[in-house]
C-alpha cells in the first residue's frame, strides 16, 4: 500500500511540475503582452507591435506544451485517484469544468485570432483579443486556485451519508478566505518569471549587439514589471498567504519555519539551519529573535505554536522538503527584488545596457523564478498532506486500489521519456523564435 501511494504520488509530482514549467510563463506574459499593444496603439511606435506579436508567439508554444502536458493529469484523477475523484467529484468536478468551458477555450479562441487576424481586425480589436488572452489566462488560474483553495480550506460543503462531498454553498467556493491571497500571490509570481524572461531576451540581444533597440525594450519592460511583480510577490500577498497558513494549517506553519518546539516568549525568523529529524531540532541554524511573531501577529512577544504541540499523525509528512521548498522559494524573491532593484537603479542613471555583469546575470537568471515557483506549490502542497482535502480526506484514502504500484511506475517512466522529448521540442522553438527576432514579424 505505501509503494502504491508512493509512486502515485511521485507520477503526479512529476507531470504536474513539469506542466507547471508552461502556463506560469503564460499567464504573467499574456499582462506583458497587452502593456506592448496598448503602448503601441498610444505612440504608434512599431517596436511596440513588433514585441507584442513576438512574445505572442512565445506564448503560443507555451500554451500549447501546457495543453498537451495538461491532459495526463486530469486523467490521473480517474486512474490513480479514483477514490478522491469519487469522493469529491461533486465540489472539485465543478472549478475544473469551468477551467475547460470557459477559460480554455476563451484563451485559444483568441490566441489564434492575435496571431492570425491583426490586419482583418485593425489594431484596437486586436489589442481587444490579446486582453481577452489575458483574461483567459488569468481566469484559468482563478479556477485552478479555486480548486486548490478548497483542497486547502474547505468550505460551503456538506458530506453525505456514503462519504461524498457535495457543494452546500456555491458562493462560498470563490468567497474562500483562502483562495483571493493565493490567486494574487501567484498570479503576481507568474509575472516574476514572464518579466525575467522579457528581460533575458532583451539582455541576450544586447550582449550580442543584435536587434539593439528590441533589446533595450525588452530589458526596460522586464525590469519594470520584474521589481513590481517581485515586490508584491512578498508582501502584501505572500505576507497575507503565509498568515493564512498559521492560522488554518498551524502544523504546516511550524514545520515549514522550523519550529520544533514552542516558543511563548517571541518565536525566531530561521534564515539557515537543517532540520534533525532525529533529534527534532534545526542544526547549524542562523536567526532573528522574535521576528516570525512579529511578522506573523504584528506583537513581538506573541507565541507561535511548534510541532511539539501536534500529534506525529497531524504533522506533514516530509517535514525537511516542507521546509526546504519554504525557504529556497523565500530565499530566490529575495534575490529577485535585489537584482531587480539594483537593475532599476541602474535603468534610471541610464547606465543599465553597458552594465555587461548585470546583463549576464539576468540572463543566467532565468531558471530561477521557475524553481522559486515550483518550490511555491511544493510548499502549499507538502503542507497540506497527510490530506488531500485538509483535515477531512487523508492521502491515504484518496487512491485506486486496483491500480498496482508496478502500473503506476511503468507509466511514470513513460512520462518521463516522453516528456524529455517534449522538453528538447520545446527548447528548440523558443530558441528558434528567439534567434529570429522581433523584426521577422510581418505587418
Partial sequence: MED??????LQFAFTITFHYIFPQLTMGLSLIIVYLKWKYLRNKIEKYNDAAKFFMKIFA?????????????????????????????????????????????????FLALFIFGEKLMGQKLHLLTGFLVFLGSWASGWFILATNAWMQHPVGYEILDNGKFVLENFSALFGNPWLLPAFLHNQLASVVTSSFVVA???????????????????????????????????????????????????????????????????????????????????????????????????????????????????????????????????GLGTVFMAIMALAAFLLWRKKLYTSKALLWSIMFLVPFPYIANLTG???????????????????????????????????????????????????????????????????
Avoid: C
Fill in 4 to 9: 502504491m501511494i508512493f509512486y502515485d504520488r
Fill in 61 to 109: 508554444i507555451n500554451f500549447t506544451m501546457g495543453v498537451v502536458t495538461g491532459i495526463p493529469m486530469e486523467f490521473q484523477f480517474g486512474t490513480n485517484w479514483a477514490k478522491f475523484s469519487e469522493l469529491t467529484g461533486g465540489i472539485i468536478g465543478q472549478t475544473l469544468a469551468m477551467e475547460g468551458l470557459f477559460s480554455f477555450f476563451l484563451e485559444s479562441s
Fill in 200 to 330: 533575458s531576451i532583451g539582455a541576450f540581444y544586447i550582449l550580442r549587439n543584435k536587434q539593439i533597440e528590441h533589446g533595450k525594450l525588452f530589458l526596460k519592460t522586464g525590469v519594470i514589471f520584474g521589481l513590481v511583480s517581485s515586490i508584491l510577490v512578498a508582501f502584501p500577498t505572500g505576507d497575507w498567504n503565509a498568515k493564512n497558513v498559521a492560522k488554518y494549517q498551524p502544523a504546516a506553519f511550524a514545520a515549514m519555519e522550523g519550529i520544533f518546539e514552542t516558543e511563548h516568549a517571541g518565536a525566531e525568523i530561521v534564515l539557515i539551519g537543517q532540520p534533525n529529524m532525529v533529534e527534532k531540532k534545526l542544526d547549524n541554524k542562523i536567526a532573528v529573535p522574535n521576528v516570525l511573531s512579529f511578522l506573523t501577529y504584528q506583537e513581538w512577544e506573541k507565541q507561535i505554536v511548534g510541532m511539539d504541540k501536534f500529534k506525529e499523525e497531524e504533522l506533514p509528512d516530509n517535514i525537511p522538503a516542507l521546509y526546504y521548498s519554504y525557504h529556497i522559494m523565500v
Fill in 377 to 443: 506549490w511544493y510548499t502549499a502542497e507538502l503542507g497540506r498532506q497527510p490530506y488531500l482535502v485538509y483535515g477531512l480526506l487523508r492521502t491515504t484514502e484518496g487512491v485506486s486500489p486496483t491500480v498496482s504500484s508496478g502500473n503506476t511506475l511503468f507509466t511514470l517512466l513513460g512520462f518521463v521519456a516522453l516528456y524529455m522529448l517534449l522538453g528538447l521540442l520545446f527548447l528548440v522553438l523558443v530558441g528558434k523564435t528567439i534567434n529570429q527576432g522581433p523584426k521577422h514579424q510581418t505587418h
